[in-house]
């Protein structure tokens, strides 16, 4: 079909719908911006949010999909697609670092991120979308993937604030640890499960990248090229590649080798097939490389407009804008200056909560570490909510939108699954993108904690579905 | 579609241009892009009120 052709065949509301949404964005940022320079450190978020919205659909990122696909039925296509495009993120990554304007942090690396992608995995696969995948999903119309979404939010938003009889469950040595943290009285850091395992548990685990663990820095060209991309992401996802190849690819592959009459495989064959498996993902890998392009802009941006206002977080400008309702002890608000997911989710729910009389200040995860900004000037929710933006648009010009209502079981499933993810999230300090993707892409070793938990939950998620859908269909045969 | 898509592109990329235009002046301006050893700001400003609010609502308590 020619071009003139495909562009007649769009639904010309769907192109009007498109056009309505990027217009509405332009009038906003140029709109605000009129109002207040500040508000282009907002822009930067809005219309990164939107790029990241656009290329996920392109690139169907789903991780939940990516596993089923690959465990379910033997398809390893997204899989592989994902696992280049943190090859190619964390490629744009390394320039980023090496020129000393990242914007990004290592975690805390211990056993916590195994059980935090764990439980991430098992509700993901449960839900049928991961973080990122919901919320694509959600641009494309699908109601269910917003329960996911709301959710992974709410949940998130309980988690951090849950003491009672919870804090019975908290070893003494955290709660020693967190009180020998000296926090501002006003965060209650006896009271909550997540303040004591975050203050007691997580924060005394070692913070590295592999860059620092061979002696180098992050910012050196050594250690963000060698250390961070080729020890940290290159080689062990090459070696993860041949992994899948030998056990989901290779047999297929080499059966039609031989049904085109070669003799025998040899090494040239097998890294043919190697090659072949990896292009054979080029629309994930191609969302990939223009997600790492637009993260690494992103936190240009942000550290360009951060020196420009003279601030190193978006609290001192949102105080000077006259709104400091929200911020965090410390006068900061969630700010990560790239792709992020789930932080902004629950800070959504967590303003709602505080307005509606739960003080959620006085936990460690809002009132001392992100705040919870009116969500109308919260730069990472401008970042989500044009995300959802850019899927749909991105999904109206494919005529991939479709509205689609959720029944009562797949609306269980969501809200189960997210719940699962937003347990993990906080646990793991990040979901499928914050706590692996962009973790592993920029060399940060708890990166692959969390995925090696991650892949583990996923299977069992995977199966345990295959087992509920063929029981449920026997009794429905039977 | 194709038109489309590339009208899209367009608009993003004269948005992308100006706020890149707009983040890389004052790189420029503190020295960080210039090899001048410019720095970036090291102190997060924090108003010395909201530290109050927070000891105050302990206070309350």
């Keep these: ?478 | 579609m194709h038109n489309s898509l590339w009208s899209l592109f367009a608009v993003l990329g004269a948005v992308m241009g100006f706020l890149m235009g707009y983040a890389t002046a004052p790189m420029i301006e503190s020295g960080l892009m210039s090899g001048q050893g410019g720095k970036a700001p090291t102190q997060i400003e924090t108003r010395k009120a909201i530290e109050q609010y927070y000891k105050d609502l302990y206070k309350e308590e």
């Design chain 1, 1 to 478: 079909m020619s071009a003139a052709a495909e562009a007649a065949a769009i639904d010309p509301g769907h192109k009007r719908w498109a056009l309505g949404i990027v217009t509405a964005l332009i009038l906003i940022s140029a709109g605000t911006y009129a109002y207040h320079e500040y508000y282009l450190y907002l822009s930067v978020y809005l219309w990164f949010g939107f790029i990241y919205g656009m290329c996920l659909q392109y690139g169907r990122f789903c991780f939940s999909s990516a596993f089923r696909d690959l465990f379910a039925v033997g398809v390893p296509r997204m899989a592989v697609g994902i696992m280049i495009a943190i090859a190619l993120f964390g490629l744009v990554g390394a320039f980023v670092s090496a020129t000393g304007l990242s914007t990004f942090h290592a975690a805390p690396t211990s056993v916590h991120a195994v059980i935090a992608g764990f439980i991430f995995g098992v509700g993901m696969c449960f839900s049928g979308g991961c973080a990122s995948g919901s919320m694509y999903k959600t641009g494309e119309g699908n109601m269910n993937a917003l329960l996911v979404v709301l959710s992974i939010s709410v949940t998130q938003a309980i988690f951090v604030d849950v003491g009672g009889w919870t804090n019975a469950l908290v070893p003494a040595s955290w709660t020693q640890s967190a009180l020998g943290k000296g926090l501002p009285a006003s965060i209650t850091v006896t009271d909550g499960w997540v303040d004591q395992y975050l203050a007691g548990y997580v924060w005394d685990q070692p913070v590295m990248s592999f860059a620092t663990l061979f002696g180098w820095t992050d910012k050196s060209v050594l250690g963000a090229f060698v250390g961070n991309l080729l020890v940290g992401v290159a080689l062990p996802g090459a070696a993860l590649l041949a992994v899948v190849y030998a056990f989901w690819s290779r047999r297929g592959f080499m059966r039609k080798r031989v049904a085109a009459g070669a003799a025998r495989s040899g090494w040239r064959d097998e890294l043919a097939g190697y090659w072949a498996m990896i292009v054979a993902s080029k629309r994930t890998a191609i969302a990939g490389l223009a997600l790492g392009i637009a993260a690494g802009l992103h936190m240009y941006a942000t550290q360009g407009l951060r020196v420009k206002f003279g601030v190193r977080n978006a609290g001192p400008l949102l105080e000077r804008m006259g709104s400091d309702f929200g911020l965090s002890v410390n006068g900061t608000v969630f700010d990560p200056g790239y792709w992020y997911v789930t932080t902004q989710e629950a800070q959504w729910v967590g303003w709602v909560m505080h307005k509606l009389g739960w003080n959620q200040l006085d936990n460690i995860y809002f009132g001392f570490n992100n705040g919870i900004p009116n969500p109308l000037i919260n730069p990472a929710d401008w970042m989500s909510i044009a995300l959802f933006f850019g899927a749909a648009v991105m999904a109206l010009l494919h005529r991939e939108f479709k509205f689609k209502t959720p029944t009562l079981e797949t609306a269980t499933w969501a809200i189960i699954g997210g719940a699962l993810m937003g347990i993990g999230s906080r646990l793991g300090l990040g979901c499928n993108v914050g706590a692996f993707f962009v973790r592993v892409s920029q060399g940060d070793p708890s990166g692959w904690l969390f995925g090696a938990g991650m892949v583990g939950g996923a299977y069992l998620g995977v199966k345990f579905f295959n087992w509920w859908t063929e029981r449920r269909m026997a009794r429905q045969f039977a």
